[in-house]
């Protein structure tokens, strides 16, 4: 289940919307690689597919988060992280954030974590 939750943080926060643009030459820095995903998506343990399952989950879930604000005509918000921050680092300031806030748990998991992570690493 950590891990579970690990990969869902991560994709809601760190996986930019330019990831879907139609620009293919634009290089992106993520945590995971294609070849990361691809290989827990074709294992054949049900513990290691769920990273995957997890994975695809948060990224359709920042998908639908993203798209409900330019429905309703809000910016899409970002979060500058600084270069060579660890997983584990984003990791602990979002759930920090979550034990600090167990009123507002049940709401959008990528919007706790978005909202977290750009007032702790908001953009210059």
Known sequence: MRVKTFFVMAVALLWPVLVFSETPEIRVTSFVSGNDLFHVCADGRDAVRQICDAYVEGVTDTIVGVNALEANGLAIPSACLPKGIAPEQVRAVVVQYLIANP??????AAGHALSTLQAAFPCK
């Open 103 to 108: 009123a507002i748990r049940h709401l959008a």
